[in-house]
């Protein structure tokens, strides 16, 4: 698929490319700040998180451990099931650890305040979140998230990470993906 190809599939791009980059350096500096001195475990979301987590953690000067889970709620569709499977569990023990979620975008929620509640119950010093995108109007339960990108409109992104049916996730900016394309 080239470039052009991708731009029919999108009605706009929602942040860019310059956007993106600088949205993850100033997360990544508010997380320094927090976490001067601290022992770091950044946990990262598959697959979505990707993007951002490689990002994210290259932009940091604190010293960071990286783990990765998998989970899914979506399958191919638009919607959440709501109903949170673990694809892939942690290799690290949390036990004292100051534990950073990072995801690529909070839609209904319901992935991130699962996956928080699943990690509380491990013993770890802390958990926050991180996020590069937030849909305030999508959201059906209360998360306390420490670190937002942005607030975006209730329509479906793609890229950066975030995919429709497992396409769009190498793009290097965000985009709406149009209508056509899912209905
Ligand atoms: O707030 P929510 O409504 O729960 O949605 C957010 C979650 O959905 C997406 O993951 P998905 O299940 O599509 O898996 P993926 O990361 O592999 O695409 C996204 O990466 C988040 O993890
Ligand atoms: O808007 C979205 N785009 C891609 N994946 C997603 N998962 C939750 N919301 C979204
Ligand atoms: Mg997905």
């Known amino acids: 698929m080239d470039a052009q190809d991708v731009r029919n599939d999108l009605t706009h791009v929602l942040m860019s490319t310059e956007e993106v980059q600088a949205t993850v350096r100033d997360l990544a500096a508010q997380i320094d700040r927090d976490y001067e001195g601290k022992d770091l475990l950044i946990v990262a979301v598959l697959k979505?998180?990707?993007?951002?987590?490689?990002?994210?953690?290259?932009?940091?000067?604190t010293h960071v451990e990286m783990d990765f889970m998998a989970v899914s709620s979506y399958g191919s569709g638009t919607k959440s099931s709501g109903v949170v499977r673990i694809l892939k569990d942690l290799d690290a023990d949390l036990t004292g650890r100051h534990v950073l979620i990072v995801e690529d975008?909070?839609?209904?929620?319901l992935t991130l305040s699962w996956l928080k509640a699943?990690?509380?119950?491990?013993?770890?010093?802390?958990?926050?979140i991180c996020t590069l995108l937030r849909k305030p109007d999508a959201m059906k339960v209360e998360i306390d998230v420490k670190y937002v990108g942005k607030d975006i409109p209730n329509e479906f992104v793609v890229g950066y990470g975030l995919d429709y049916a497992e396409k769009y996730r190498n793009l290097d900016f965000v985009g709406t993906l149009a209508p056509h394309v899912y209905s």
Request: net charge negative; no cysteine.
């Open 48 to 61: 979505g998180a990707v993007m951002v987590v490689a990002d994210l953690t290259r932009a940091l000067h």
């Open 118 to 128: 699943n990690l509380e119950t491990r013993g770890p010093a802390s958990v926050e």
């Open 105 to 109: 975008i909070i839609d209904s929620g």
